[in-house]
């Protein structure tokens, strides 16, 4: 063959590649042609002061709606005689491994209202998701104080993801975002088929193969650092820090006039199950801390959220227990501590009996003083139903 | 491990061709084709590597026996008969078991008693109606003289085996390979790899481009039938017959390229069968090495049409039933066999009538007498078919799944294809540069939805 041939072929191939994973992604996702997210991190943006969804982007299966939420359109206002609900957390409660519609904040509203259906309650449950992969908590105060509270939620529900605080900096309000961030248009020009590559090349790879290059990514990034730098014990003045931006969360969960729900954070070790290879790749994540540290933080981070749950009178939901008890972790999660979609069901059931009882508890309280539900009395009076 | 997959098309199928060429001698190559083979099934599930080595090795010994007796008529029918047993229970206590226990405790519900016997928890080896049919042909066409049995393990080995048609078919017989198995050393490699690879990529885009995309919107509509209105409920039975089509052809057809690939021609399995005129018609297009096989060891023994017409709808009937009971263990296949078989009947009664229709009016019945046929295919059960059969046929109202708007313009185009268009076979084979850079599109195609998504298994795979 020709070498001009060769090269016709190779550009033919080149352009229908990338064509038909834009096609395939319009269909099969709604993404648009031109879309200019590249990644997941590019559902983020910075706007309003906070770290929000950014509206109407979408990439690959996970979608935003126009309020930068993961989910069905919804409205910022509450609709009448609905209980709003908003998950805030990291990439657990975002859904990362779940097909559309399978994460827990989804299972979760499916499975309140059946509830109220079948028990002919007039009670009817919208839960927002407004949780984004790495949010830790002072990203998501800076949210509850800003967009969060504009969608006027009756309850919070938290999943603080614990293993932010043996990262190599102790979680902080975002201060090195750009003002300005929205995606140049030059960006709809890149080939979006090169993830897919990566994933196949990844997929081709023996899981030996993957586990030394992710032990040769940790080493690269311990040996930046002197030694001592990372955690070989649980490091107390993160555990401290970690009880503290909890201990805020709540008391600004009901300063925006809602309920919060705290939940402890799961993961694949927590039933006593050793995977190195798992365990390793948690560890790139977190190349500061140990896998022993790093399992042993979730443990007592557990306990910690239990201790700000009882001494804040917060209603708890010990999903890390529930889930280790059930010794079912290889179908729970997808990696180190991500849901599959029987994992989030399993949450979504855990939390619909605390919110169902949360809501119970205050419309007795409501009924019996005849007041309106206001912990903190900060929050305006809502016209559309809820808790109130 | 899939056609199209990842690891098939980047890993396994480089490394198995680039090694077969790089081997010199026949005996190599044989044996290099018989591991890969095991490898590729090994992929799926190793345990069962030994149920397949098993099967190969009686059917060899016995194959060697017959040569050895060639002049003792008890004791060829003793090692005809012993190989078949053991093929046959084998794929009855795999594939069938479940169903004869289930049958026998609904029946003894049916009666107000207790079922003797639970489920058993017995796995499906996969493929294994294939592979058991190929030793069998062997060992009755060994047996009939119509072939000679090897004395080569190897070379049988790897014709049961041979992973382009492990799994889901064809199903090869010895006598359709055996001259392209002998000259497997000396045979030229550049000579077959534009028409393999033609196949091939053919294959691959009737499976991942028409079949899958297809499915998208045919499973979620089927799951939630007894929603559908009667509109949705065909158009998902037509989007399930040319998915079910393009599913199966396209494995054929890979299977066909991948076997020119490594210097074997396996033949034709479909010929466009939604072109067919009438249900004999049909069934000389679907499926073909099912049919010849279910002809030539089942039909034709049992008398075939040589003793009176009685007899001939009696063995047609019962070639049908078992024919839809080889495709799987339940009611629903016996009952999609015998809807075929009737169909063969009532045409081979009212044939100079039917055959007086205009072409076009006779193929569009035929298919549409297939399409109601997959409603048994596809359903899991009975209820569930009768409820489908009572949606196409009783105007009902329903939802349109909200994918219709997308799948009628694909449903179309599978129409076109399948009912006027060309097959595989029948599409020139050019050497001109633009066809080669149609193929290399239509390969880029394909593997960007290969890459964006988990592969889909086939749909015969089941089998």
């Known amino acids: 063959m020709k070498p001009l041939r060769i090269l016709v072929h190779l550009l033919v191939f080149v352009l229908v590649l990338e064509l038909t994973t834009r096609i395939d992604e319009r269909l099969r996702f709604g993404t648009p042609l031109m879309s200019r997210v590249l990644s997941s991190e590019d559902l983020r943006e910075f706007r309003e002061g906070a770290v929000q969804g950014r509206p109407n982007a979408r990439y690959q299966k996970w979608g935003l709606n126009e309020l930068g939420l993961r989910g069905p359109s919804t409205t910022r206002e509450p609709r009448p005689g609905v209980i709003r609900i908003v998950t805030v957390g990291a990439s657990e409660t975002f859904g990362m491994a779940e097909a559309e519609g399978r994460e827990y904040p989804r299972q979760l509203e499916d499975s309140l209202n059946r509830a109220a259906e079948r028990q002919s309650s007039t009670h009817r449950f919208e839960v927002l998701n407004a949780s984004l992969p790495g949010m830790s908590i002072p990203s998501i105060l800076l949210g509850l104080r800003g967009h969060i509270r504009s969608l006027s939620p009756d309850v919070v529900v938290v999943y603080p993801s614990p293993s932010f605080y043996v990262d190599r900096e102790a979680p902080h309000p975002p201060t090195d975002v750009q003002p300005d961030d929205t995606l140049s248009l030059s960006r709809a020009f890149r080939p979006r088929v090169l993830p897919r590559i990566v994933d196949a090349a990844k997929s081709l790879l023996p899981a030996a193969a993957l586990d030394r290059l992710r032990e040769r990514d940790i080493q690269k990034s311990i040996e930046e650092y002197p030694p001592g730098w990372r955690f070989t014990s649980i490091p107390q003045d993160r555990l401290a820090l970690y009880s503290q931006h909890l201990r805020e969360m709540v008391g600004t969960v009901r300063s925006i006039g809602a309920e919060p729900i705290l939940m402890t954070h799961g993961n694949a070790f927590m039933d006593g199950t050793r995977n190195e290879a798992l365990a390793r790749a948690w560890v790139r994540f977190y190349p500061r801390a140990t896998a022993n540290t790093l399992i042993a933080f979730d443990s007592v981070a557990r306990a910690v959220t239990l201790q700000v749950a009882k001494d804040s009178g917060v209603v708890v939901v010990d999903v890390a227990a529930d889930l280790a008890r059930s010794g079912k972790g290889d179908h729970l999660y997808s990696d180190f501590a991500h849901f599959t979609e029987l994992g989030a069901a399993r949450v979504a059931t855990d939390l619909r009996d605390s919110v169902r009882a949360l809501v119970d508890r205050t419309t007795r309280e409501r009924d019996v003083a005849g007041v309106v539900l206001q912990a903190s009395g900060s929050r305006a009076p809502r016209a559309t139903g809820g808790l109130q | ?463």
């Open chain 2, 1 to 463: 491990m899939l056609f199209n997959s990842v690891v098939f098309l980047f890993a396994f199928l480089p490394v198995t061709y680039a090694v077969f060429w790089m081997l010199r001698s026949t005996q190599a190559r044989y044996i290099w084709l018989a591991v890969t083979g095991y490898v590729f099934y090994a992929y799926w599930d190793a345990r069962f590597c030994l149920l397949m080595l098993f099967s190969t090795l009686v059917s060899y010994f016995a194959g060697v026996a017959l040569l050895r007796w060639d002049t003792d008529a008890r004791r060829r029918k003793l090692c005809m008969v012993i190989p078949i047993v053991v093929d046959l229970s084998l794929l009855g206590f795999f594939k069938y078991t479940n169903f004869l226990l289930d049958t026998v405790a609904d029946v003894s519900r049916a009666f107000g008693g207790d079922p003797p016997v639970r489920h058993l928890n017995v796995i499906l080896p996969i493929g294994i109606s294939f592979y058991t049919f190929h030793t069998i042909s062997y060992i009755v066409d060994s047996y009939r003289r119509v072939i000679k049995p090897t004395r080569n393990f190897f070379e049988f080995a790897a014709y049961v085996s041979l992973f382009s048609q492990l799994v889901a078919g064809p199903i090869v017989r010895f006598r359709q390979i055996e001259a392209d198995l002998e000259n497997i050393g000396t045979t030229s490699r550049t000579q077959w790899i534009p028409i393999g690879i033609r196949f091939f990529v053919i294959g691959l885009v009737e499976k991942v481009i028409v079949a899958d995309s297809l499915a998208a919107f045919v499973d979620p509509a089927l799951a939630s039938y007894h929603t559908l209105s009667t509109a949705a409920t065909w158009l998902a039975m037509l989007g399930y017959s040319f998915q079910l089509y393009f599913d199966f052809s396209g494995y054929s057809t890979m299977a066909v390229g991948l076997g020119y690939l490594f210097g074997l021609r396996i033949p034709q399995n479909f010929n466009s069968p939604y072109k067919a005129l009438d249900p004999s018609d049909f069934w000389k297009r679907w499926h073909i090495s099912l049919s010849t096989v279910m002809r030539d060891y089942l039909y034709i023994p049992l008398g075939g049409n040589r003793e009176g017409e009685a007899k001939t709808y009696r063995n047609l009937m019962i070639t049908m039933l078992l024919g839809g009971l080889w495709h799987g263990a339940s009611w629903n296949f016996v009952i999609w066999g015998g809807y075929h078989g009737v169909l063969l009947l009532t045409y081979r009664r009212f044939a100079s009538s039917w055959d007086r229709l205009p072409a076009i009016v006779r193929q569009l019945a035929m298919f549409l007498f297939a399409v109601v046929g997959w409603v048994f295919f596809r359903a899991t059960t009975m209820t569930m078919a009768m409820a489908m059969l009572g949606r196409m046929f009783v105007p009902v109202a329903g939802q349109l799944e909200p994918a219709a708007a997308l799948a009628l313009p694909l449903v179309l185009v599978a129409a076109l294809w399948a009912m006027v268009g060309p097959n595989a076979f029948e599409m020139p084979l050019e050497r001109q540069w633009k066809s080669r850079l149609a193929l290399t599109a239509s390969f880029a195609a394909s593997l960007a939805l290969i890459l964006g998504s988990r592969p889909s298994p086939f749909l015969y795979f089941q089998f």
